[in-house]
């Protein structure tokens, strides 16, 4: 293969489909199936888009970045801004490509976007068109098709194969038959997704209860992790409200504390990021705190219902059979909105054609730091043509078969052990060791003593792990994974000393209650070397809106 | 229950066991049904229920999720 796309979400498919127009050895690898693999098929799609930047009215590229800057995330001191111009710059001709392959946009008779709008959030200045948010992964899905993209589905990722920090290919496992087959590539574009399967966020034996699609066990962070690539911002948490113990998948509204008053505004007034705020409100004793959407007028409401849609293969429709089943009505109750984490921003350090630290290697979407669709389709894009492009002047790396039997080893060693330890059981361990001692409020004691237990579990339980089918074997592979990404995050956020109310992900250090300015534009670089975990400091870029020839300089993408 | 398939609606389609992104089904070649098998991994995300073509089954949000 010239390009081996590791999961087939919406970074994945768009990588791939970029890298079909270079290239016709494309391949995708997808844990699930097509039809319900990644976030937008849990519904993770807006019924907008956004930034539509560069129209008429609305902002232009510096504009966005501007208003990005002097909001929140500008003063979290860690932020790349040339990420979001590049964003801002060509995420709307992705639109009209994903129009082309069947993405419904609201339009008006003569063709213009029925509902354009631009508007400030807060001070940010945003704009956006409405869409039929279903069609989106239904589109993706009928390129891929329409291009003859291969989609090998039930095979989940293992290990990176690589020689001498070139990429060689992945090994992957059929999560139904238990076969394991390597996959020599020139290319790699990881697109795994966020790490969600990392906090309990709810009481009871439900723990794959969470906001994110419950396959996003990190796996792209676990492999490049071992493979020695460079990570970072694994220190910074993420999190969302969940509404009713539901995502807060909910438009519309407003937020309040248990006295019904918008706290909002405050946190605009201070520029703190909107879950710092809420995780703070509930600190403050403010809890519970709550969506009202009492207030909405119709129309409002129609969209919230368009957004959440009950149409037969438009499958975000947990909000309103959650209303249902519970017997709730959103104009009359007022429901419980629970900041709760649910992973972490950071992964594979990356340049501005998603390339990684390991040649041949690319990432793209949750994956890396863009959290968000607007970022995921423009960094898999560009990962997508700089890999293909990268693989057509690149050898093919041979396979180092005792790599090959380390991991086939690896991997079926709990086959092996059918009286052992599930790996249902370890994850829930560690899930429940970061909720403890990693969750969004942190110290020093609490993290190294969370670390302890991590590396504890590490020696062992992992020689006991037991699987007695493919399904568990898989569960095996995930679990190691979630183990290296709670590790990862424990020891970012002990290594940095300060805390960051700012951005869309916060960082809070009781200990260290203040953002320090010794730490002002640099971010946690992690690498695992000789089997140890070794953490850096690296400067970002400077915190200002790019200029022109910034952008111009980086717009070609090269392999 | 969680995840509840009635049997007699059931067409022996497959689609459940196809499309389930967390794997909870397996299937019965014999009977031609589903079985759920790892009902705990259950996401509730619905995909089964609004994909299955005889309306055969049905999540039903456990309380403790209230």
Known sequence: MDVLVIGAGAAGSMAAIKASEFTDKVLVLEKAVLRSCGNLAMGHHSGELNPMTNMPGGPTSEQFVEGYLSSSSGLSGIERPLDKYIIAEEFPAIVRDLEKWGLEIYKNPDGSYANYWEK???????????????????????????????????????????????????????????????????SVIMCTGSSSRTYIVSPGRRWFWMRDVGTNSGDGRGMCYRA????????????????????????????????????????????WGRLWSMHLKTMEENAPLYWDATGLSDEKMKKRNAY??????????????????????????????????????????????????MKGLYAAGDEIWMDSLSGAFVFARRAGEAAAKYARQAMIQPIDSKQLMTIEETTFAPSKLPNGIQPQELEEKIRGVLTRYGNVVKSE??????????????????????????????????????????EMHMAAALFRTETIPYGRHFHHRIDYPNQQ?????????????????????????????PTREEYLAVKEVKP | MIVNVENEKCIGCSRCYEVCPLDVYTWDEQTRRPIVTYEEECQMCFICQEECPADAIHIRIPITFW
Not at chain 1, 143 to 166: C, F, P, Q, S
Not at chain 1, 235 to 248: K, S
Not at chain 1, 454 to 483: C, F, T
Not at chain 1, 519 to 544: A, D, K
Request: aromatic share 6%; proline share 3%; hydrophobic share 35%.
């Open chain 1, 517 to 545: 300015p010794g730490w002002y534009r640099q971010r946690v670089v992690i690498r695992h070397e000789n089997g140890e975990m070794m953490l850096s400091r690296r400067q970002t870029t400077e915190q200002r809106v």
């Open chain 1, 228 to 271: 020695g690539v460079e990570m970072t911002m694994m220190e910074l948490i993420r999190t969302d409200h969940m509404i009713g113990n539901t995502m807060g998948r909910y438009w519309g509204g407003k937020m309040v504390n248990w006295k019904g008053e918008d706290f909002l505004k405050e946190t605009y007034a201070k520029k």
């Open chain 1, 308 to 357: 959440a849609s009950y149409e037969k293969h438009k499958p975000d429709i947990y909000l309103p059979e959650s209303y249902q089943q519970r017997g709730l009505d959103p104009r009359r109750d007022k429901v419980e909105a629970i900041p709760t984490p649910i992973g972490f921003l950071g992964g594979a350090d990356f340049g501005y054609n998603g390339s990684t630290s």
């Open chain 1, 120 to 186: 400030f959030i807060g001070e940010r200045m945003e704009s956006g068109v409405e869409i039929k948010g279903g069609s989106m992964k239904k589109c993706l899905i009928a390129e891929l098709g329409r291009r003859n993209i291969m989609v090998v589905e039930r095979t989940t990722a293992v290990d990176l194969l690589t020689h001498l920090n070139v990429v060689a290919g992945v090994v992957g496992l059929n999560v139904r038959t238990g076969e394991l087959t390597a996959y020599h590539a020139k």
């Open chain 1, 445 to 486: 004691g609490m993290l190294k003593h969370g670390l302890r237990l991590i590396k504890e579990l590490r020696d062992r339980v992992i020689p006991q792990l037991s699987a007695k089918n493919p399904h568990d074997l898989m569960r095996s592979v995930e679990v190691r994974n979630i183990m290296d990404v709670a």
